[in-house]
């Protein structure tokens, strides 16, 4: 980071302490619709972001309801994105539990998102395309730990409550492994979800944002939402690009 960042940022953060009128922000829209370019806007921003990986570790027990260990670690941070908040749901609890919070959906074109989100996850199992994963590769990989990708792929599209609005329940869940990669289930999934989170703050729409990060050119819109001084607006970062 250069000197100039560095500034900015440190002159963000005073700005950001006399200006913050909100609660926490967090970033819900699905992984791959710009969700690290996001936590790039939030850092410039001046605010304390969180730290992915920790809140990683808490998806799992939030999608069986159990907000007590990601609670405190919301408590501990301003900003937030990826997993758990890109998940289903996990947006409504926040929003409980931190009043007066706002919440940032980053939505693509869904072609591109679908694209984008299976050349990712073959890059990062070393296949020529998302084909080639299986469900025994997914339970295998170390990512955290193992299983963990193979149960947040169960859960973001495989259950067998597609439409996102059922709670879990004590009842054995079903999951449909033969969906895997299916394009046409995982775009339906993907637009039902944004759908869901258009309707539940249709009546506080001032608390969400709705922004395809891949077309803007500058966070102009996000400083606005947030009710912060123009001049912090910047070029709009694009992190962890895939085609």
């Known amino acids: 980071m250069d000197d100039q960042t560095k500034a900015f940022i440190e002159a963000a953060k005073r700005c950001m302490a006399a200006n913050k009128s909100f609660n926490k922000v967090f970033c819900i829209g699905a992984h791959k619709t710009g969700t690290t370019s996001m936590q790039a806007v939030f850092q410039v921003m001046g605010l304390d972001v969180a ?3 920790e809140g990683e570790l808490y998806a799992l027990q939030a999608s069986r309801g159990d907000y007590s260990q990601l609670r405190a670690y919301v408590d501990r941070h301003d900003a937030f994105q990826d997993s758990p908040f890109a998940d289903n749901m996990v947006f409504t609890a926040m929003d409980a539990l931190f009043p007066d919070s706002r919440f940032i959906l980053t939505v693509r074109e869904p072609e591109e998102w679908y694209r984008s989100l299976t050349s ?65 289930h995982y775009i339906a999934s993907y637009l039902a979800r944004n759908e869901t989170i258009r309707r539940y703050f249709r009546e506080h729409d001032h608390k969400l944002l709705e922004i395809d990060v891949t077309r803007e050119t500058t966070t102009a819109k996000i400083v ?15 992190m962890n690009q895939t085609n």
Not at 164 to 182: E, I
């Open 51 to 53: 730290p992915q990986h």
């Open 120 to 184: 990712f996850h073959a890059k990062i199992f070393g296949v020529a395309s998302s084909d080639a994963i299986s469900k025994d590769m997914m339970e295998r990989a170390s990512y955290l730990y193992p299983g963990y990708i193979a149960r947040g792929t169960e859960h973001l599209f495989l259950a067998s409550e597609p439409d996102y609005t059922s709670m879990p329940t004590a009842r054995k869940r079903q999951y449909h492994w033969d969906l895997l990669y299916n394009k046409d």
């Open 224 to 238: 606005e939402f947030l009710g912060l001084p123009a001049w912090m607006a910047i070029n709009m970062p694009k």
